[in-house]
């Protein structure tokens, strides 16, 4: 299927799902959600631009006058109707024109409030709420394009940690390994880098640690957690390492957070909710006495954003497909001591898991 085909096929299944979500309309601000939906991914602005897809008409992409032609060069303008505005005019009474006049219409997460207040204004007789139900599902299964750009993504990412660990740590500052794994993410295929998580000793506690000036010493253990995005899909995977000889209690730690990790890879199949595997992975750091020290989700979706719905976590009852693509990442936190995060993007496939992650996720020991 080519682009602008698949982009329509998208467009077609939103619409039919706002339908059976009762919505009259579904509004698409600038986001991922529009990037998926129509390949067109302007960054959002105090000018509004949506796409409105209705049950009842073909697409209508409303845009401001001036980017008109950023809008048709996209291809964007081949697959809904172009309605613009000009600065100085009321853009909302534009957008609210090509809306139903009533009834209760989903507008997409990422909306501005400024844009979504403005839209309300123009038209008092409709009714929101979020379109999530409708775009979430469409987006958490991913098509064989899209798995592809994960893979390559995921690939590129263990290039980078193999390469970062034959590098040395000892002496370095945490900021200096970060701007290096943040270079061999793009030498390595990335097209652009979204975080580099690197957390010495007891920094590691801290699951979303901020790179700093902290020399990393004999006896460290190190999270490098790090990511950056391929063909607009992205890549996220932490491994624990150790500077030289390992602290006491860190070998233990590490085999808990690897036994946890691997428990909850093996609960992944279709027909699995997703919080079982929030449970499987908590059960054994559970069972190891170090159930309170595990202080996050054990994973979230990933494609067109890092974090992105299903979550591997208690309460999420997302029933897995394939296609479904997220993180199994279970931690162990010890304030003043060190943390440990094992981390891999799989899928599910038609019977059971596929990493997308392949390097080792045993303790390495680095220089």
């Not at 750009?149 to 193999?162: K, P, Q, V």
């Not at 999270?223 to 000889?245: E, Q």
């Not at 897995?320 to 899928?347: C, K, N, Q």
Request: net charge negative; hydrophobic share 40%.
């Amino acid at each position: 299927m080519d682009v602008r085909a698949r982009s329509a096929e998208r467009m077609s299944r939103a619409a039919a799902g706002a339908a059976a979500e009762g919505l009259g309309a579904i509004v698409v601000g600038p986001s991922p959600d529009l990037a998926y939906l129509t390949g067109y991914d302007p960054p959002p602005f105090e000018r509004p631009t949506v796409l409105v897809l209705r049950p009842d008409r073909d697409p209508t992409l409303v845009v401001p006058q001036l980017e008109r032609a950023l809008a048709a060069v996209s291809g964007a303008g081949d697959l809904a109707e172009l309605a613009t505005w000009r600065d100085g005019s009321n853009p909302y009474e534009v957008i609210a024109r090509v809306l139903p006049k009533d009834g209760r219409i989903g507008i997409s997460d990422r909306a501005w409030a400024v844009h979504v207040l403005g839209v309300q204004a123009a038209a008092p007789a409709l009714s929101w709420t979020s379109a999530s139900p409708v775009l979430a599902p469409l987006r958490a299964r991913k098509d064989p394009d899209e798995l592809d750009a994960l893979r390559r993504a995921g690939a590129a990412a263990d290039a980078t940690f193999d390469a970062i660990c034959g590098m040395g740590l000892a002496g370095r500052t945490e900021r200096d390994v970060a701007e290096d794994l943040a270079r061999l993410l793009v030498e390595h295929g990335h097209d652009s880098v979204d975080f580099t998580i690197v957390a010495s000793g007891p920094n590691g506690a801290s699951p979303h640690h901020e790179p700093g000036s902290r020399r990393i010493a004999l006896g460290d253990p190190v999270v490098l957690d790090f990511g950056g995005s391929v063909d607009g899909y992205f890549s996220d995977t932490t491994r624990t390492v150790v500077v030289g000889d390992a602290p006491e209690g860190l070998e233990d730690v590490f085999a808990l957070v690897h036994e946890a990790q691997g428990a909850g890879v093996e609960t992944v199949r279709p027909g699995v909710p997703i919080q079982d595997v929030d449970r499987a992975a908590r059960a054994v750091i559970a069972a190891g006495g170090f159930g309170d020290r595990f202080i996050h989700r054990t994973g979230h979706g990933i494609g067109r954003e890092v974090h992105e719905p299903p979550y591997a976590v208690e309460g999420d009852q997302t029933v897995l497909e394939p296609g479904m693509t997220f993180s199994v990442e279970p931690g162990i936190y010890l304030e003043g001591r060190f943390g440990v995060r094992i981390e891999d993007i799989v899928a599910v496939t038609d019977d059971g898991v596929e990493r997308l992650n392949r390097s080792s996720r045993d303790l390495r020991v680095v220089e």
